[in-house]
């Protein structure tokens, strides 16, 4: 598409080089983003702050780290090839094996000759009179692109709270999401980690094998469910990989975009004896699957109560101290806050060296050279690892300067909010395309799935421009305004719009409480994707040099999302599918 000199292999950007696309990061986003864009013919460059591929899996390096969506689901589904060649050795792979995954894709694609490692975006410019987005990185590069792709990942920008005399600790902080590459080492240390979140919860067990004393500061308690990993059984592989293509499809036609075992029934219509079965069954099975004991748990808060006083029940039989078992039971609704999946998380508390401190009413009041002070009291500590999460969904947009129409920031066009139309694109930012942004399932979702479909989605888009002479596409506000409207209406269908939780961005100080994944379920949400394709981009303009081309848009060719254009299998639509589609589509 490119007419002027694009960038070649291996030579840095320099002064106002020309791509069709800059893509933003090259985790799992950026990775596909570049192997797409190369497939359609598109010239790609990608910046990356780490110096390696992997994003989230690059950074998260913590003790413990490891997906909790099976890895024969967690991973690419582009290729049958990939999917043949690539063996997972365990039901939840590691860190390191995600993360070498990651490179592997890198190395078998050819990625890494498009991306520039150790360089951070901090500017994108759109000027409006050439239509190009105008992105400058901290070394000084200068690209010039038709398109850019935000591949920034949905938690990637740590949180790091403010804790006073932080710098007169004289022992190391570490944060979960930076973890060093080097690894750490806690063997005779007393550490303190801050945090209850799902990397604390897999990283404190593995942190209390070597410390010799832990101490971990809660706020909130969470719920986990045990993980149960282990390594593939091969005749289970054997057999996924037998029809892997018709695992895709099942997980595909999942709210969640992957599958599990589902019972679409209503908790309350069980007598308690049944549920307790189905629950010590589902419990039984393990890990995020649990939540599928039943169809209403995530609708109706008198179902959810029985899930969880049971799963409250299960903490109280594992924890030893009655005391450390009753800070450790949350209060809240089972499923509002992300679901954590553990190996003996609650176990670690019956550790003689491990204590629980409630920082729920007396919060942290400082670090010293000691250690942290809570309640007038100091815990003595070596080392502080804050597994305090992450600025969600919107903070890897916060720290760049993204200037669309009219000079206007997205961080002011965001400042209550983010405002999307299907999660892809935001009004005055033409263009500039947010892989599993706000407003899309993402988060909700299997996210490997959610960025497939996304990008797909994307680089069709590009290449429909390419055939009917399009310079820019943009949402019209009156479509993203209902959309965004939509998104908000269909989260109050669920019980998790009701707790602080970073899905609502609660969880730092300050920012706008919005609901910001699409909860509606993903086949629904990819039928929508469809449907505005297939009407030639409806909801979005388009326009050529000399003015619009929106009117008599052909519905354009369909190539990459050919996939994803599949009929709704309404027999496994949950009832989150069903809720978000009593309030109207728009
Ligand atoms: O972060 P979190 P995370 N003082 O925000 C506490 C994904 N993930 O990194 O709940 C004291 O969940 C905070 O307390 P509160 C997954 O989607 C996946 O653990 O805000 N405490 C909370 O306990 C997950 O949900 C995997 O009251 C403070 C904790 O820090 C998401 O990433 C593994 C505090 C933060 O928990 C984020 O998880 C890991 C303060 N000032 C992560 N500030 C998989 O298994 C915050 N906290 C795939």
Redesign the pocket.
Known sequence: MSTQSPITANTRPSPTATADAVVVGAGFGGLYALHCLRQMGFSAVCFEAGDGVGGTWYW?RYPG????VESLQYSYSFSEELDQEWNWTEKYAPQPEILAYANHVADRFDLRRDIRFETRVTTATFDEKRALWVVETDRGDRVEARFCLMAVGC?SSA?K?PFAGMEDFKGAIYH??EWPKEGVDFTGLRVGV???????I?SIPLIAEQASALTV????P?YSVPAYNAPHDPDHVAKVKADYPALRARARSRPTGFYFPFNAKPALEATPDERQRQYEEFWAKGGLPFLGAYGDLLFNKEANDTIADFARDKIRSIVKDPATAELLCPENVFGC??LC?DTDYFATYNKPHVKLVD?SKT??ERFTEEGLVVDGKTYPLDAVVC????AAMTGSYDRMRIVGRGGLTLAEKWKAGPRTFLGLASAGFPNLFLITGPGSPS?LASMIQAIEQHVDWMVDLMAHMRDVGARTFEPRVADEDDWVDHVNEVSQVSLRSTC?S?YVGA?VPGRPRVFMPYIGGFPVYVQKCNEVMDKGYEGFVLEGGDGPVTAGNAAPEVRLTKRWHVPLDMDVISPAMLAARKVPVV
């Open positions: 998260n780290a490891r997906c909790d938690l949180n709270p979960t999401g801050i945090g209850t979140g799902s990397s604390a897999q500061f809660q706020r909130t969470n806050k992300r999946v920082v919060p942290i597994a305090t999460g992450f988060v602080s970073w969880n």
